[in-house]
C-alpha cells in the first residue's frame, strides 16, 4: 500500500547506449563538463565529481590544441619536403 501513496519520481533521461558510431567519435571537453551522473543514497560527492569532470575536460582541451598544432605543422613539414624534393628532381634531371 505504501507504494500507492509515494509520488512518482521524475527520472532524467538516459543517455543512449554507446554504438559503434558513438565509441569512435572523439569526446569534446563539454560532453565531458555535462555529463550527469545519477545520486544514490550512498554515491559520491557531487561537487567532487564535477570538479574532477572540469579538470579531465581542461586536459582534454589541452591535449586537442596540441593535437590539431602537431597536425597542422605535420601538413607543412609534408609541403616542404614535397617542394625540396620537386626541386632536386629538377636540378638532377635537367643537367
Not at 579531465?56 to 582541451?61: F, G, I, R, S, Y
Not at 609541403?79 to 643537367?95: G, K, P
Request: with cysteine; proline share 9%.
Amino acid at each position: 500500500m505504501r507504494n500507492l501513496i509515494r509520488r512518482p519520481v521524475k527520472r532524467r533521461a538516459e543517455p543512449p547506449p554507446p554504438t559503434r558510431a558513438n565509441e569512435t567519435t572523439p569526446l569534446r571537453p563539454w560532453q565531458i563538463r555535462d555529463r550527469c551522473f545519477p545520486v544514490t543514497r550512498r554515491g559520491l560527492d557531487p561537487v567532487e565529481i564535477r570538479a574532477f569532470l572540469h579538470q579531465v575536460a581542461d586536459e582534454l582541451t589541452v591535449a586537442q590544441t596540441a593535437l590539431v598544432a602537431v597536425q597542422e605543422e605535420n601538413v607543412r613539414i609534408k609541403d616542404a619536403l614535397r617542394a625540396w624534393q620537386s626541386a632536386q628532381f629538377a636540378q638532377r634531371h635537367y643537367r
